[in-house]
């Protein structure tokens, strides 16, 4: 997993409450178990209209928002099923970080296992944060100190759980986490096995 230290970029402004994972990614493509490619159907219905074109209303696939890395949402997002493939069509877009107001337990517990940094502001924040975006000016996110910093110099601050921190300073997922805290203990168990039981591993 990819260390997540600091960001700059211009926000994707889509502050909407309620935006649920079968609005991040529709339920057709939950049928592949490849992280790859599901930014296409990302925001599909938002994106997209009956015929397959792109919408011009969609802030998705303006020219302005290219490259962008961070998207702003509004309250509860994330919400519905728990589906990782939301979080997986987010990242394949690009997104790295999502600020709102407040997100789904899962959906964040999904961002985080996947490198995906959540942030939560008031209302006010988010909507200057946003605000920010539309006037194409870029933010910076310093999950170290916490902050995120507007060109202007103003600072949003945020709280996060210390082990999270932790896990995407380092780009610490749970099979990394495993062996970073028990590695030595598993290369001792396999040593040991081998010397008990040489034909499972030569079979291997």
């Known amino acids: 997993m990819q260390p997540f230290t600091t960001l700059s970029s211009r926000p994707t402004p889509f ?8 609005l991040i990614i529709p339920a057709a493509y939950l049928k592949t178990v490849s992280r790859e ?3 296409r159907g990302c925001f599909e219905t938002v994106r997209y209209d009956a015929e397959g074109q792109p919408r011009a209303d969609s802030v998705f696939d303006q020219p302005a928002y290219a490259g962008s890395q961070i998207l702003v949402g509004g309250d509860n997002f994330g919400c519905g099923s728990s589906r990782e493939h939301a979080v997986w069509a987010l990242a394949d877009l690009g997104f790295r970080c999502v600020i709102a107001e407040s997100f789904a337990d899962i959906f964040a517990s999904n961002c985080f296992k996947n490198g995906v940094l959540t942030v939560r ?3 006010d924040a988010v909507t200057a ?3 920010e975006g539309e006037a194409g000016r870029a933010i910076a996110v310093d999950l170290d100190a916490q902050t995120v910093t507007t060109e202007d110099g103003t ?22 986490l495993t ?7 598993i290369a001792a168990f396999e040593a040991a096995d081998r010397l008990r039981r040489p034909w499972l591993h030569d079979a291997a």
């Open 15 to 22: 502050v909407r409450d309620n935006v649920d994972t079968d």
């Open 37 to 39: 490619g599901l930014g």
């Open 121 to 123: 502001l008031d209302r």
């Open 129 to 131: 944060i946003a605000a």
């Open 155 to 176: 600072v949003h601050r945020f709280e996060i759980d210390p082990f999270r921190k932790h896990c995407l300073l380092e780009g610490l997922d749970e099979v990394a």
């Open 179 to 185: 062996l970073d805290r028990h590695g030595d203990h």
